[in-house]
């Protein structure tokens, strides 16, 4: 009976393997991985260069990842498995890993023990809740993946040693917000260009317009014949 049993603990768990989700190497930046293909490549680049500055000084390593998918495995255990295959944070596990699913409008922060002080469950929780479910019902996943960023970084360095890129308004503004001041800007257009034209045909008219009034004043003026 027993051996059965471990036969079948066995079986179960080879069979949970194959029907975990694939986990991706992490990428050539490894800071940043955006196999959702959720990020413009110059904000991509420019997150690298925050996270990495961050590990250099030795205030912890954060590793972002996008995905489409988990294919049903549970987000907390798929980022256990990511965390412990990309080795975040090295021997003494001061990271931090950033999850986002993109179809399934997800997220999850992963810490490791170095940093689990300045990062609690608490403010991970808030820091989800607060950034990320908003703008994931809006399918605004680059600003989600950035504000979570920033705001674990605020936490880690909160003496802004690693200074936040400035971010472009086309990039990181609402659709709705960009869609208004696109029509704003070219109802504004049109409508100047309606004055000038009304101004000009206007300009047309004040020669005889003038003329009338002149040779009027010299007619009342002038004196009458005796």
Not at 38 to 52: G, P, T
Not at 71 to 79: L, V
Not at 84 to 111: F, H, P, S
Not at 123 to 133: D, L, N, Q
């Amino acid at each position: 009976m027993k051996r059965l049993f471990c036969i079948y603990m066995i079986s179960l768990f080879f069979l949970c393997q194959a029907l975990a989700a694939d986990i991706p190497g992490p990428s050539r930046a490894f800071y940043v991985n955006d196999w959702a293909e959720v990020l413009h490549y110059d904000v991509e680049s420019e997150l690298v260069r925050i996270l990495l500055e961050l590990d250099q000084r030795e205030m912890g390593q954060i590793v972002a990842v996008t995905v489409s998918s988990l294919e049903g495995e549970a987000i907390e255990e798929y980022a256990k498995r990511m965390f412990e295959a990309y080795q975040i944070g090295g021997e003494w596990q001061k990271g931090a890993l950033i999850l986002m699913v993109k179809d399934e409008k997800r997220a999850y922060i992963k810490v490791g023990a170095g940093l689990s002080d300045a990062l609690t469950p608490e403010f991970c929780s808030s820091v989800i809740a607060e950034h990320t479910v908003s703008n994931l019902k809006k399918n605004r996943y680059m600003p989600a993946l950035d504000e979570m960023i920033f705001a674990l970084r605020k936490e880690i360095d909160p003496a802004g040693t690693v200074v936040r890129p400035e971010k472009k308004f086309l990039e990181m503004a609402h659709p709705e917000s960009v869609f208004f001041l696109i029509v704003l800007v070219a109802g504004l257009i049109v409508s100047t260009i309606l004055f000038l034209r009304r101004k000009d045909k206007k300009n047309e008219k004040v020669p005889d317009t003038l003329n009338e009034l002149y040779y009027g004043c010299l007619l009342y003026t002038s004196p009458s014949p005796r």
